[in-house]
Nanobody
């Protein structure tokens, strides 16, 4: 079965950290740009970060720049999103998505380009 599975969400206090993981099954992530999106209650889904197939290009939305780090481990077929200094405004369901891409140093957070989506993991930042 072809799917993406997110993990690592949970309840964390403001200022805390989480590491989200995105693992594929049924296909190899090597040739896929991987992106993270999030959707807060009552809001639209927003792009958070992405990483190119070769891992050399990354993008972060301005509100998480400096607090988030995206990385990929091809040996584990997994992409990570490390989030530090979390704020209540980071509360959302986080989704990973994969875009088959033949350009190794490109990544874009365009929902319409994504070939596969995970079901999401909930991150709640609250004291």
């Amino acid at each position: 079965q072809v799917q993406l599975v997110e993990s690592g969400g949970g309840l964390v206090q403001p200022g805390g950290s989480l590491r989200l993981s995105c693992t594929s099954s049924g296909f190899n992530l090597d040739n896929y740009t991987v992106a993270w999106f999030r959707q807060a209650p009552g809001k639209e889904r927003d792009g958070v970060s992405c990483i190119s197939t070769n891992g050399l290009r990354t993008y972060y939305r301005p509100s998480v720049e400096g607090r988030a780090t995206i990385s990929r481990d091809k040996s584990k077929n997994t992409v990570y999103l490390q989030m530090n200094n979390l704020k209540p405004g980071d509360t959302a369901v986080y989704y990973c998505a994969a875009d088959f891409d033949t350009v190794p140093s490109r990544c874009q957070v365009l929902p319409g380009n994504m070939d596969y989506w995970g079901k999401g993991t909930l991150v709640t930042v609250s004291s």
